[in-house]
Nanobody
Framework: QLQASGGGLAQAGGSLRLSCAAS????????MGWFRQAPGNGREFVAA????????YHADTVKGRFTISRDNAKNTVYLQMNSLKPEDSALYYC???????????????????WGQGTQVTVSS
């Protein structure tokens, strides 16, 4: 089970940190990802991290502003979001994928389990 939290309202240029707590699984065996979905749009990849935390991937639209990280001792993955823009407003989901990840396996269909989503709204 994945429980995302940390969303809310932020001003453009501000920051938020999302958290996703995992339970009921061997967290360190799973790669983790963050996706987002704005109204009328499909679910898009934001960032992903390998099970050991040694590999990370970020979408070009967030590169340099967002950072994914994980703490396996706490069964939690984070998404630090800085320099927020109104176009970052969306429902953010965390997702888990058993085993490894690679740059060619970052689509929503490549992930096995999903959290319930947390809303991020950025005002201009």
């Amino acid at each position: 089970q994945l429980q995302a939290s940390g969303g809310g309202l932020a001003q453009a240029g501000g920051s938020l940190r999302l958290s996703c707590a995992a339970s009921g699984r061997t967290f360190s065996s799973y790669a983790m990802g963050w996706f987002r979905q704005a109204p009328g749009n499909g679910r898009e990849f934001v960032a992903a991290i390998s099970w050991r935390g040694d590999l990370t991937y970020h979408a070009d639209t967030v590169k340099g502003r967002f950072t994914i990280s994980r703490d396996n001792a706490k069964n939690t993955v984070y998404l630090q979001m800085n320099s927020l823009k109104p176009e970052d407003s969306a429902l953010y989901y965390c997702a888990a994928r058993y085993g490894s990840i690679r740059s060619t396996s970052l689509a929503p269909s490549d992930f096995d389990s999903w959290g319930q989503g947390t809303q991020v709204t950025v005002s201009s």
